[in-house]
């Protein structure tokens, strides 16, 4: 790397590799310090920048209007790329339709940085930086009194960009950029024109609801001042006869949705969720959820309701439907009502976590018992069918553990089969009472420990073992775990780190 130049936010050099380039780094300080030999220098090199750049100032300030204009030309002369920029510009400024045409199409083809028909990453943002002067040429002509065909121009500019589209790689997002930047041009334009408002609404619908909003994202509500009141009632008529021809088609459906929120029409916000509802009542909820924003609480509970109602056998209702009724119900002092959904939601489901929801509302209803003694019925029936070496354990088990039935847990984890984790957990509850079987379990837990290494493996082992001690004691076989311990030291000695392990916690 030669001839490093250092500016005020850039650092340029030639670089040497299979051909010399030209190089070029915008300043960030930390980056910036590990590219030059000496970044001692940097400091002292930005002031000089900065002074140079205030002289050239002074110098330009000083300069008549000839010399101006000569400094200029010789520029333009030498810069082919200036040289455009400027004459784009003039054209705009002049508003010189055909030229400015011309030179937007031009700006926007992707044929002179593609290869093979498509523009790849490191040619994209060379394309970007060219076709971003056309929003900037197109502004100029809204500048110049020209509005009106400033508008027809970044309609024809954007559906350029969309067809430039697949021929490039934008993983940058430089087209989006560039999409932004000519809508607004095109929103600027049509403020300035005010076109009429029935084709500029025709317009702007099917704008919305083709793929040419992808790089765009125009919201249609900007429009409101430039269409005005009867522009926007005809945006609003076409996008719900739009709706109306594909209820299912997605633009159609959050245009419909978009513009109804924003004229707070709450039932044309909810007919278009309604007409697309979800099978799980998910889409139920988002309306209940509306209605309820909107001071509409009947409303809402009924649209929540018709969720469970609605949803076909073969598919679960959406959990938050279901703990949405549940608050409701709770609200309103309809008890047995929350206790029925939270049994069909744990019937469809036997989970823990369905268990204890189901638990919670039948003690607030005073009727435990008596789901407790059905939901645990369907629970055995799951236990005897599911496959012994299913992931997990039977939710039986994971049941009468939270419930606090020690006992009966020990019984169904026996004839069962539990999972180890839900051994462990036995064996950590029933320890005080069941100090025997408990030790069984950890002595069982432990064995397989033995051939492994890691820390983790460590940390087990030696909770196990501090389990096994509690145990003896209760026992009063403390000798006979001192035996074990000192047998498994003998056996594990070469294992560092379990040693260091054992001794911290007094093993």
Known sequence: MSAVEVGDGWITATVQGTDTYQAELTLLVALGLTVLAEPEAVPRQRRQARTRAQELDAWLAALSRDELLALV?????EDRKLARRLGLQAASTRGDLVEVCARVRELLDTSPFSRYGYVEYADAHAYGEQASQAASAIAALTAAGRAVHAISLSREAMRLLSEARDAID?????LGRIGAALAEAHLDACRAARPDSDETARWLVGHLLSDLDVLTGID???????LGAQGMAQVRELAAAAWRRHRTGRAEKHLMERLAKAGGDVDGWVAGHAADLAPDGSTHLGIACELDTAGRPDEALRWAERGTEETPDD??????LIDYLCDRYTLAN?????VALRHGQFARRRSLAAYRQLRAAAQAAGCWQAEREQALVLLRAEAGQRQQSWYGGPVLVDALLDDGDVDAAWRAADETRAHDRQWLALADQARAVRPAGALGVYLRLAEPLMNQTGNAVYEQLTSLLLSMRDCHRRLGTEDEFTAHLDALRADQKRKRNLMRLLDRHGL
Do not use: F, I, K, M
Not at 170 to 174: I, L, M
Not at 315 to 320: E, L, M, Q, S, W
């Open 334 to 338: 309809r008890l047995r009502d929350a």
């Open 170 to 174: 934008d993983s940058d997002s430089h």
């Open 315 to 320: 598919v679960t209702p959406d959990n938050a």
């Open 73 to 77: 030309r010789e520029q333009v002369g």
């Open 220 to 226: 249609p509500l900007d429009y409101e001042d430039a």
